[in-house]
């Protein structure tokens, strides 16, 4: 039975994440019906499904979400080898998905947060219940019917069809957009995996990560079009302080990426399991091998070792790679993205330089120049550099900024480190260093006043 429920897309967390935001205040009175007073399993678990239904109807989320758990513990817990049960079970599970299409389509999607990763999202992807005919029909297409050539091996089955199904309805629009915005990075970035002697299409796997943000930051402050925790970047050269932040750089956490994912190939000799590593770390994935003795990542994948999260990386990606090389196949298109770094250049500048005093020279607003060096995290250029490749519009007059003078050492704005304590607020944080609450959200790109002991805050101080 366990195995069994763990293939259907249960609105039971699904429709409580999604609309947690529209729960109202107070709930309304929840009438689930007893199922002893009502014949039959399949009669059951009909009126408790519709009273799920009466409940949606009424915004009360939690209540729609505890009766569609029940009704389908109702045909699970009855079994569905007798009476057209299996029949039943499938019909419910139809219906459930469809409302899970209706509520979760564009609700979940990346730009409802401001900087929200993408990879997020598709851990919350709920699962279909694909069929034989639709596996081997994929596996048709990519196998020996496939338009396109890949670097990678891309094995089709039940999970990948899955995720591949979820990605043309419930997450269509943010795979979409990832898709627009992929344009102007994708060939840079194969060139970068062409260099390093990789595969060109792990080039793809910012679609999963971030929907090719450059400034996606996830729930566990991995940051970047490739997600990088601040240790492992700066274990593969990237610089991350209180001034600059390459993960935000997405060529040069490109090339970082590059140099991680042929680091785990050379180690473990499969890409599924490097891709796997990379998701969830090295030590949690060896911990799944070495329990399991083997290396086949689909193996590990249905054991209870690895992170829900790292079970859904794999196929998830495989999806994605599908479809990005060949969208118009699975109802999608490319080209429809207003590029972000298209039509601009690098030049060399003083550092530290004030960018009011560049953009001012360049005639840009300060925020267009900023979105252009998305890196720099102040409002100059680093400190602890006699000069910096600064990204300017390609029509930019690079006369203009000759003569540009570096900010003297004693007017560089001060910040120190401070480690959270038990008992520790946000405000009393401030007070204590004589800053303000927003100016502390502001250095740490902090979107709420949630702190937490052993968390380490950049506070900013005065000149």
Known sequence: MSKARSLLPLAALLLAAACASSRPAVSSPRTVPDPRAIPGPA???EAIFQSGKALLEKKDMQGAKECFDRSLDVLLDAGTAEDGRRAALDGLVRRIAAIELSYLKDKNSPENGKHEAFLDQVIATPLFLPSEKD??????????????????????????VSFLKAFQTIRHDGIQRALDRMGEFIGPF????????????????PIIESGFRVDATSRARARGAWQFMAAT?????????????????????????ARFLKHLYEEYNDWYIALACYNGGPRRVEKAMRALQTADFFTINRSHHIRRETKNYVPAFL?????????????????????????????????????PRVA???QMPLAELKKLN?????????????AYALRVPAAADETALAGLECIPAGKIPRYNSYRVRSGDT????????????????????????LIRPGMHLIIPGGE
């Open 190 to 205: 194969q060139e970068i995996f062409r260099r390093h002697g990789l595969p060109e299409d792990l080039a793809y796997l």
């Open 135 to 160: 596996v081997q029909d994929l596996q048709h297409k990519v196998g020996e019917a496939a338009a396109v050539a890949y670097s990678l091996p891309v094995i089709v089955n039940p999970q990948v």
């Open 360 to 362: 001012e020279r360049l």
């Open 233 to 257: 970047a700066r274990l593969f050269g990237l610089r991350v302080d209180w001034q600059v932040d390459e993960r935000l750089d997405p060529f040069k956490a490109a090339d970082a990426a």
């Open 374 to 386: 998305p890196e720099l995290l102040r409002d100059f250029t680093p400190s602890n550099a006699s």
């Open 426 to 449: 946000l405000s009393a944080i401030a007070r204590r260093h004589g800053t303000s609450v927003r100016r502390i959200q502001s250095a740490n790109g902090m979107r709420s006043t």
């Open 43 to 45: 009669a059951r678990a």
């Open 319 to 355: 999806a994605s790679l599908i479809i990005a090389r060949s969208p118009s196949e699975y109802g999608f298109s490319l080209g429809g993205g207003e590029p972000l770094l298209a039509g601009s250049k690098t030049v060399e500048v003083p550092s530290p330089v004030s960018l």
